[in-house]
């Protein structure tokens, strides 16, 4: 998917929601442990409740290898799923030596028809480029993140500027606004206009609001551009805005709530 | 498996050698294509001609994902197969925040029963202490990768010292070296000395012998410990020694050669 394609996405259902698929089997509704995959119903039922709303989903990797082998099985059906006009972020955090790099930007985005895939940038240069060479596919490098750890080593203190400044110029030079995103955790607003100075034209996936205690009002002031630029992650509290029979009214309910209050903001700048 | 235990059988075997499982599909000898699971019969067939000369394996598991669900199976199938007396890597430079990071650890340590994990930590302390909490399990966390990109973030300066060097020291203090290795590349001779200075007693595991160019008598020289401390990985160099039908007798021969020149070392010091 272009960027334009995405920003045209997000002016049509005046939304940049992005729906984390973090499922977990321990947290799914007790009804559903019935069925033959109760991840990929739970999932179909929020992809069903919210596609009109969020303009891309993200599976997080981990809920899903942690089932075996069961799991990729949710996983794929899960992505063949989502409708084609949404943005797919494998949320993977992959990050490896050149040629091993190579395999995972295969395996994302040929094996499994990913539009885009997270990347932990820690090993450099040759450990991103393979993500680049894709046409219409995107990486999306850690810029910084929304977790108490980012202290330890992405605000280690250089001569001029921490490290996570540093990484950030580093990147964008390495690829361009049509196949580089940045993720900025939400609850980094102090920083979130001094990164968007940095790359002004770069989508940033930003995770961390709710849950985690982030302002969507805050993140698009001082994170929106002339594309909007953001695709804001909301995960738990869509997922399990209820445990009962409900769930799937109940998350749509959540995701309506951001997307209005995204519409809201649209209308601002 | 314990520290003490590694070290008996590396006394054993008077080997430190870890074998890299990094089958690749495409570099297989053509004969073994007709095979049901030419990947699972190729490493059989490598663990066969190895085991008696290698203390570890460590499939780079992004070989695997990047053949979909086959290439879970024929992973789980191989890990199965590989003699319980040897130390099993994960290499998977897995890393996310703290809830997601659990769910990796559980991945590899219970859902697949590896021994260890490569771990990323550029997302910080609560990215790794997920995988400290089981008996018997390591995380081995980045210290200094053998890659060319390791330049561009690892050795970013700080006040007083480069950031692989504050990262190694900081993550110490997160585990033990009954918990907690850590990656340091064989290309990296200039820098082994000062590491096994900063962590003693931590067990590291060393790529970059053979294709990468490394050198196994300068990585002992400054790397070893009073319990050998560590684990020096060779994969291209055994799995693909052949391409024709010779290539399990070809794997041993390399492996001999080197096994051989570990115990050599070994009597050194």
């Known amino acids: 998917m272009t960027r334009t394609e995405l920003h045209q996405q997000m002016l049509q259902k005046q939304s940049f929601l992005c729906v984390g698929l973090d499922t977990d089997i321990h947290k799914l509704p007790k009804h559903l442990l019935t069925e033959r995959d109760p991840?990929?119903?739970?999932?179909?039922?929020?992809?069903?409740?919210?596609?009109?709303?969020?303009?891309?989903?993200?599976?997080?990797?981990a809920f899903y290898e942690t089932l075996g082998i069961r799991g990729w099985e949710s996983l794929q059906a899960s992505l063949e799923y989502i409708p084609s006009d949404?943005?797919?972020?494998?949320?993977?955090?992959?990050g490896d030596i050149g040629n091993t790099a190579d395999m995972y930007a295969r395996a994302f985005f040929k094996t499994y028809a990913f539009d885009s895939v997270t990347v932990?940038?820690?090993?450099?240069?040759?450990?991103?480029?393979?993500f680049l060479d894709y046409e219409g596919k995107w990486a999306i490098v850690l810029g910084l993140t929304s977790n108490p750890g980012a202290a330890d080593f992405q605000y280690f203190e250089g001569h001029n500027e921490k490290l996570y400044s540093h990484a950030i110029k580093k990147m964008a030079?390495?690829?361009?606004?049509?196949?580089?995103?940045?993720?900025?955790?939400?609850?980094?607003?102090?920083?979130?206009?001094?990164?968007r100075a940095m790359v002004p034209d770069n989508f940033f996936l930003v995770p961390g609001v709710g849950a985690q205690g982030g302002s969507l009002a805050e993140v698009?002031?001082?994170?929106?551009?002339?594309?909007?630029?953001?695709?804001?992650?909301?995960?738990?509290?869509?997922?399990?805005?209820?445990?009962?029979?409900?769930?799937?009214?109940a998350a749509r309910a959540e995701a309506l709530r951001l997307q209005q209050e995204m519409a809201a903001l649209m209308a601002t700048k």
């Open 39 to 61: 991840i990929l119903t739970f999932n179909r039922a929020i992809i069903d409740a919210t596609a009109d709303l969020a303009v891309a989903y993200k599976p997080n990797l």
């Open 220 to 249: 698009y002031k001082h994170g929106a551009n002339s594309q909007i630029g953001l695709l804001v992650n909301a995960s738990r509290s869509i997922l399990y805005a209820s445990s009962g029979k409900d769930f799937a009214e």
């Open 120 to 130: 932990n940038p820690y090993m450099g240069k040759d450990s991103v480029t393979p």
């Open 86 to 94: 949404c943005f797919t972020i494998a949320d993977a955090k992959r």
């Open 173 to 195: 030079s390495w690829g361009s606004p049509d196949n580089m995103m940045f993720v900025v955790g939400a609850t980094r607003a102090d920083e979130f206009a001094s990164i």
